[in-house]
């Protein structure tokens, strides 16, 4: 059986060109895809501000009045608020209230003795003085030449 290069080679190509294109396609596909879940992300952050609009709207139209379901929020959102103002009320009235501070040192009379000279500093000690070399007979003389060793 005869092998035709050319014909190897030619499906080797086709079959790299297949692949390339593969890979384009599902990158392009993934772009969609980021791109589709960005904007979906966007319009429920948008949901979610229209949902807090219609909230206020409602507690500011209906919040004394509320009807059935919302009863119970709306008595969270009043109670809340109320909290609110009697914490503000509060800290108003610390502050009308706030005490000053006075600060009373007592120095007590004592002999102090001011020193405007600069310390003396103080003396290295000397260094101790090297013995002096005595001659291998203890006589006191320092040897003339090097000590030659003794056998």
């Known amino acids: 059986m005869a092998l035709n290069l050319d014909n190897v080679i030619g499906e080797i190509k086709e079959r790299g060109t297949d692949l390339a294109q593969s890979v ?8 969609e895809v980021a791109k589709l879940k960005a904007n979906n ?11 807090l609009e219609i909230g206020k709207l409602y507690y500011a139209e ?7 379901a919302y009863v119970a929020l709306c008595e969270k959102v009043t109670a809340a608020k109320t909290n609110i103002e ?15 501070l006075e600060i009373e040192i007592e120095v007590a009379d004592a002999d102090v ?9 103080a003396e290295a000690p000397a260094a101790p003085e090297a013995p002096e070399e005595n001659c291998c007979c203890g006589c006191g003389e320092k040897p003339e030449g090097p000590e030659e060793p003794k056998e």
Do not use: H
Not at 24 to 31: F, I, P, R, T, W
Not at 42 to 51: M, T
């Open 41 to 51: 992300m966007s319009e429920e952050d948008a949901i979610r501000k229209a949902y």
């Open 62 to 68: 209906r919040g004394m009045a509320p009807e059935g």
């Open 86 to 100: 009697s914490n503000n009320a509060r800290l108003a009235e610390m502050k009308e209230k706030e005490p000053e």
């Open 24 to 31: 384009v396609a599902k990158s392009k596909q993934l772009a």
């Open 113 to 121: 003795e001011v020193v405007t000279e600069p310390a003396p500093e």
